[in-house]
C-alpha cells in the first residue's frame, strides 16, 4: 500500500533563480513567480511548508505593463482615519514596486505570506547583490 509523502522542515531546500523581466508582462511574470515562491511546481509540494524558492527579478523597470494599466491602474492606501486614503497610479511608482504587488497578491493569504515575500527579491536594473548564491537563470514561458 502507498502512503502520501509529506516533506519535513530539514528536508526543504531553498534554490536560487533569476529572471529577466525584460519585456515580460507583469501579470505572467507575478503568476509564474508566486508559483516558485510557493514551490507548487515540485512534484513533493506540501501545503504547510513553505518549500519554494529564492526569486531575483532584474530589469524589473523593462517589463511591460499591457493596455492602459500605466495610466488606469490604481493602488489604494489607508491610514484608518477620516480623509486618510491615498491613491496612487502606476505610472507614478516603480516598476518594482508594481511588480512586488501583483506578486503578493497572487500569493495565498495566510501565515507564510510575509516569509515568502522576503525571499523575493526585485532590482530595476541588471545588476543585483545576490550572485555569490549562484542562481540560475530561467525563463518565463
Known amino acids: ?5 509529506s ?7 531553498h534554490k ?3 529572471i ?10 507575478a503568476t509564474f513567480v508566486s508559483m516558485r515562491l510557493t514551490g507548487k511546481y515540485q512534484p513533493s509540494f506540501t ?5 519554494g524558492d529564492h526569486v531575483v527579478i532584474i530589469n524589473a523597470d523593462k517589463s511591460a505593463l499591457t493596455g492602459n494599466k500605466e495610466a488606469d491602474k ?14 496612487r497610479v502606476a505610472g507614478e511608482i ?3 514596486e508594481v511588480i512586488a504587488n501583483a506578486v503578493k497578491g497572487m500569493l495565498p493569504k495566510n501565515k507564510l505570506q510575509p516569509e515568502r515575500m522576503k525571499r523575493l527579491h526585485v532590482f ?3 545588476e543585483h547583490e545576490h550572485a555569490a548564491q549562484k542562481p540560475v537563470e530561467v525563463k518565463v514561458k
Not at 500500500?1 to 509523502?5: F, I, P, S
Not at 490604481?74 to 491613491?87: R, T, V
Request: charge should be positive; hydrophobic fraction near 30%; charged fraction near 25%.
Open 1 to 5: 500500500m502507498l502512503k502520501t509523502y
Open 7 to 13: 516533506k519535513k522542515a530539514g528536508e526543504v531546500e
Open 16 to 18: 536560487w533563480i533569476i
Open 20 to 29: 529577466d523581466a525584460s519585456e515580460i508582462p507583469v501579470g505572467r511574470l
Open 47 to 51: 501545503p504547510h511548508m513553505d518549500s
Open 74 to 87: 490604481k493602488y489604494y492606501s489607508y491610514s484608518g482615519y477620516h480623509g486618510g486614503i491615498k491613491e
Open 94 to 96: 516603480s516598476r518594482a
Open 124 to 126: 530595476a536594473g541588471a
